[in-house]
Each structure stands twice: as structure tokens, then as C-alpha cells.
């Protein structure tokens, strides 16, 4: 297997995460999203086990041998050749890997390996734009149209994805997530009238809620923390640019800035996740709320989508949502439902959501998302956001 070929040229990818089929033999071109070196329990030999990615998907790859000599030679980030057999663990895809070889960035189309949001970005910039234009509040609107305006942070905003794995990683998922709470919130505020909720209020701080993480996130190669991110995190990151940009606006109320900088800072909703204050307005427990509703809605249905095609009920063991999924969509008329996935109407078994897999010696499943390195800060079975 050779970097270049026949015709000079690097080698292109031809298959995808979404269409690997149990028992194919492939050879193909993933990014590594993880890499890890372990031990094998039974005679302590060391195995590679990667997770490996492109634009439609993530999956393991297991190693057992380092035959080429290259398992210290690639990184996290970097692209690799592979070949290996796929095969099915615990209800999930891997490749057992018989071949890896890095290759050079240039040698790959990057667009192949960023799964990015279905809309238009500029088309999602203008439904934000048009929020902010909803807004009432002379002192909030400004400071919503300075921020938003500003072309470095248009720029950022319109790209980053919402999460390195939990929800919405995808290039444009920030902004996907935003507006999806900027909607959420709006019907809310809608349901309690003004006055009970202070509608501008809690549109700002659904705008501003996750902008810090344009700065936390890289998604240049694969998707990951940026030293920024893992120092400050978006919460601090955000609170610094939305008090910044408030000091830059004459007149604007020192109350009003105290109440939009509280819903941000609170919006994880408890210290443990992250935030300093826990909600104390309504406009920043609603927005704490949708927040979550809108993270892990969107978690659970990416689970659904990314396990559609494998066979039964219930989606693979989630270590951030502590639970299976049920993936049978009701369908009604006639009493009848509707499986998503094709395959099997029934599992082999319904799993018990107290039971997570056992890990098995060399090919257990670790969900990428709850690994350490994907939220330092935050205990697992949380967070989305
Ligand atoms: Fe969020
Ligand atoms: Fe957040």
C-alpha cells in the first residue's frame, strides 16, 4: 500500500463510516479522532485502538499488531491509509485493522473528513440576523447587531461545530444548536407572556449562550479542544466578550448587563457542569432548560440516524445519556409501528439501560464522547453542552 498511485496521485477515499458493511474487507482514508495504545488482559501485548472518522461517522479500529512499524508515527488529527475486515461488536461497527499508514495532509480532500450541517450557513447567519432584528430592547439590540456584525466573529460563528462529539459536531452545529434554542426559547416566552419572561432578555442570552465555543473548539482537522478551551471553556470565554462589548455601548444598564451575563454563566444549570451560578431569573432557567431539551433531543436523534442501519430496536449503549434508545418509531394508523433501521423486527434481547456492555479484553466499545479528553472538566454521563 503506498501513498501515491499508479497515476501519481493520492489516493482518494471510497468508503465511508455510513456504508461499512459487517464482514467487507476495505481499504480506505479516515482522519483519527482518537488513538490509544493498551493492553490486551490475556498475554499483555500491546493493541492499537483508534477511532477513526469522516464526514458521515465515527468508528473503532483495533490493531493487534504493529507489523509496519508505524503504530508511533501518527497522531491525533492526522489522516491514515487503512485496510483492515469490519466486523460488529456490540451492535456497532469496527475494523479490525491489518494495514495503517499515515499520509500527508495534502494528500487527502479535508471536505471528505468534517461532517457539517445540512443548511447553508450564509441562510442560517440570516435567520440568526433576523432574530436579532426581533428584539425590542434598544440597549440589547445593539449590542446583538455589534456582535453579530462583526466580521471575525461572523466568520467563526458560521463554522463551529456545537460539541467535539456529544451533539451537533458538525462544521456549522453551533449555529444549527443557537437557533434551535433561540426558537425554543421564543415559544416559551410566547407560552408565559411578557409578563412574566422579558423576551429580549432571554433571546440574548439564547444567542450568546454557546458563542464562547467558537473559540473553544477547532474543527480544522477532525474536531477538538483549543488550548483557549480547555483553560477558560466557552462560559468564560463568552462572558469576557459579551462584557467587553457591553462596556463599548454608552448607557447601556448596568442591571440589564448583570441579568444578560447571569443567564449566560448559568446556563449549564449546576456547578458541577460548569457554571459558577446556577439559574436565578425565570429568562436564565428557561434557557438552561431548552438548552439541555435542545442538546440531548438532538444527541438522541444523531444516535438514532447513526445506527439506523444496523439491525434492531435499540441503538448501541450511550454512555452520555446512561441508556439505550429505543429507535422503533410509532406510526399511527392501524396500531402499527415503524422501525427506523432496517433489519430484524426484534432485538435479541431487550437490554436492561442498568447494564452497560461489559468491556470485553481487546474489543471493547469506549464511547468516544465520555472519554476524559472530550470533557475534562465534566463528569461523565453529562453533558451535552
Ligand atoms: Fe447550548
Ligand atoms: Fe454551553
Not at 141 to 146: G, P
Amino acid at each position: 500500500m503506498t501513498a501515491k498511485n499508479q497515476g501519481g496521485e493520492p489516493p482518494r477515499k471510497t468508503v465511508f463510516v455510513e456504508s461499512l458493511e459487517v464482514n467487507s474487507t476495505i481499504t480506505s482514508i479516515f482522519i483519527v479522532r482518537d488513538k490509544e495504545i493498551r493492553q490486551q488482559k490475556n498475554n499483555n501485548q500491546d493493541y492499537l485502538r483508534l477511532t477513526l472518522g469522516d464526514r458521515t461517522g465515527s468508528v473503532a479500529g483495533l490493531s493487534f499488531s504493529d507489523t509496519d512499524k508505524n503504530w508511533h508515527t501518527f497522531s491525533q488529527g492526522d489522516y491514515l491509509l487503512v485496510r483492515g475486515v469490519v466486523k460488529e461488536y456490540a451492535g456497532r461497527a469496527q475494523i479490525k485493522l491489518t494495514r495503517v499508514q499515515p499520509l500527508p495532509e495534502d494528500g487527502v480532500d479535508a471536505r471528505d473528513f468534517l461532517p457539517s450541517s445540512g443548511r447553508d450557513a450564509g441562510e442560517m447567519y440570516d435567520e440568526l440576523l433576523g432574530w436579532v432584528r426581533s428584539v425590542e430592547d434598544p440597549h440589547i439590540k445593539t449590542l446583538l447587531e455589534t456582535i453579530f456584525n462583526d466580521e471575525d466573529i461572523a466568520a467563526r460563528f458560521r463554522m463551529a461545530p456545537a460539541a467535539k462529539a456529544m451533539h451537533h459536531a458538525y462544521i456549522g452545529g453551533l449555529l444549527s444548536h443557537t437557533l434551535s434554542v433561540i426558537g425554543l426559547s421564543h415559544r416559551v416566552a410566547g407560552h408565559y407572556g411578557s409578563t412574566a419572561v422579558n423576551r429580549d432578555l432571554l433571546l440574548a442570552g439564547a444567542m450568546l449562550h454557546d458563542l464562547g465555543k467558537a473559540w473553544e473548539l477547532d474543527w480544522h482537522r477532525g474536531f477538538d479542544y483549543t488550548d483557549s478551551g480547555r483553560l477558560l471553556g466557552h462560559i468564560v470565554e463568552e462572558s469576557f466578550l459579551v462584557d467587553r462589548y457591553i462596556r463599548g455601548i454608552e448607557g447601556f444598564p448596568d442591571e440589564l448587563r448583570v441579568q444578560l451575563l447571569h443567564i449566560v454563566l448559568s446556563h449549564h444549570g449546576t456547578y458541577e457542569y460548569g457554571s459558577p451560578r446556577r439559574p436565578k431569573t425565570v429568562e436564565a432557567l428557561i434557557l438552561h432548560y431548552v438548552d439541555d431539551l435542545d442538546s440531548k433531543c438532538q444527541a438522541m436523534q444523531d444516535l438514532i440516524k447513526a445506527e439506523a442501519g444496523q439491525k434492531g430496536n435499540w441503538t448501541s449503549f450511550n454512555r452520555n445519556l446512561s441508556r439505550y434508545i429505543y429507535k422503533k418509531r410509532y406510526v399511527s394508523g392501524e396500531g402499527a409501528t415503524e422501525e427506523v433501521a432496517t433489519g430484524e423486527a426484534e432485538p435479541p434481547r431487550v437490554p436492561d439501560e442498568r447494564e452497560a456492555p461489559a468491556e470485553s479484553e481487546v474489543t471493547a466499545e469506549k464511547d468516544p464522547v465520555s472519554e476524559p479528553a472530550a470533557a475534562p472538566d465534566l463528569p461523565q454521563g453529562k453533558l451535552f453542552d
